[in-house]
Nanobody, 126 residues
Framework: QLQLVESGGGLVQPGGSLRLSCVASGVTLNYYGVGWFRQAPGKEREGVACISSSGGSTNYADSVKGRFTISIDNAKSTVHLQMNSLLPEDPADYYC???????????????????WGQGTQVTVSS
């Protein structure tokens, strides 16, 4: 059974950077599409970034394009989300997700994911 555990959230000033990590246990991520979602209080959940199981497709939400980068280390079964130039609208709980043989839809939110982490909180404040 795949389990995902996120880390790396915290408080950062506007314009700063954070690197979120998601470690998978139970199985390797070689055949899994992975991604990150976020949800802020009172707002809808947003798909932030994804990588398909083949590694051939990567997508980002328009709100983070050019600032966030998703990467996967299959050897370590770890997914990272490098977040640069953080903005006041970026604070949320960030969730790592995975789906066996999953794709990476242009509209990330419609991509089904069976596995979710518990989330890590990101706060942006001066």
């Amino acid at each position: 059974q795949l389990q995902l555990v996120e880390s790396g959230g915290g408080l950062v000033q506007p314009g700063g950077s954070l690197r979120l990590s998601c470690v998978a246990s139970g199985v390797t991520l070689n055949y899994y599409g992975v991604g990150w979602f976020r949800q802020a209080p009172g707002k809808e959940r947003e798909g932030v970034a994804c990588i398909s199981s083949s590694g051939g497709s990567t997508n980002y939400a328009d709100s983070v394009k050019g600032r966030f980068t998703i990467s996967i280390d299959n050897a370590k079964s770890t997914v990272h989300l490098q977040m640069n130039s953080l903005l006041p609208e970026d604070p949320a709980d960030y969730y790592c997700v995975a789906e066996y043989l999953g794709g990476c839809a242009r509209s990330i939110a419609i991509q089904p994911y069976d596995y979710w982490g518990q989330g890590t909180q990101v706060t942006v404040s001066s």
